[in-house]
């Protein structure tokens, strides 16, 4: 069976064996949305807001002052090509671009990080992997997992045709085929978190296409302010509890 259409009858067998908890959900994503089923690995989680409307922040994502540098308040927009997006698109995200094979989170934070808890759907390659040298092993494994294909020898013809727009030129570099790379939504802690803009800019470095980018700005603390679903990388339960 198409793995598309496999995680498709998942979700939908899903949601509708919970009638009413859509029903009885006082705190939805949006008036027409109480909850999203998405897949975490091999897992399902249902994405909702968490219920208890007394519920606050505690812990690091309370704070409200940091010393910058590092911990400065990042610019909305990344880079002109490289789309900003909020809560809403990262799901729709998770809903389409991820079951389609399309499209990858990634939890750019440092693993001390990410073992604290992640968003649902998100695989953690920290930011220091897009910085390494462009020979480096783990970093052209890291590439060929989001699609690229290592070249060989390009001739001078070729590349030049390419450089002109011939060939999906746009899409190449002398050492990397991006023309078939996933969509790739980066997310760290938050807009004064400078992890996942440093990954974004180590990928467009390396020819990765700008517009194949999305910066996720609100990150973890966003999330969490919104009372979503976080998950622990070690849970193995079907659905997060809030």
Known sequence: MNKSIAIGLLVFSTAISMPSMAVDLEVKITPDKPYSVVHHGPELVKVQRIQDTSNIIDGAFAKTSRPCPPFCVNPLSIDEAVATVAELEVIRFMEIAMPRGEGIIIDARTPSWHKKGTIPGSVNIPF???????????????????????????????????????????????????????????????????????????????????????????????????????????????YASN
């Not at 992997?129 to 494994?141: G, N, S, T, Y």
Request: proline share 5%.
């Open 128 to 238: 220091t992997v897009f910085e390494k040298p462009a020979d480096d092993p783990e970093l052209a494994e890291v590439l060929e997992k989001l699609g690229a294909v290592e070249r060989g020898e390009v001739g001078t013809l070729q590349r030049t045709l390419e450089q002109i727009g011939l060939f999906n030129g746009d899409q190449k570099t002398e050492t990397w085929d991006f023309s078939d790379a996933k969509q790739v939504l980066l997310w760290c802690n938050g807009p004064w978190c400078g992890q996942s803009p440093r990954a974004i800019r180590g990928l467009i470095s390396l020819g990765y296409p700008a517009e194949k980018l999305y910066y996720y700005r609100g990150g973890m603390q966003m999330w969490q302010s919104l009372g979503l679903t976080t998950v622990l990388p070690t849970d193995t339960s079907t």
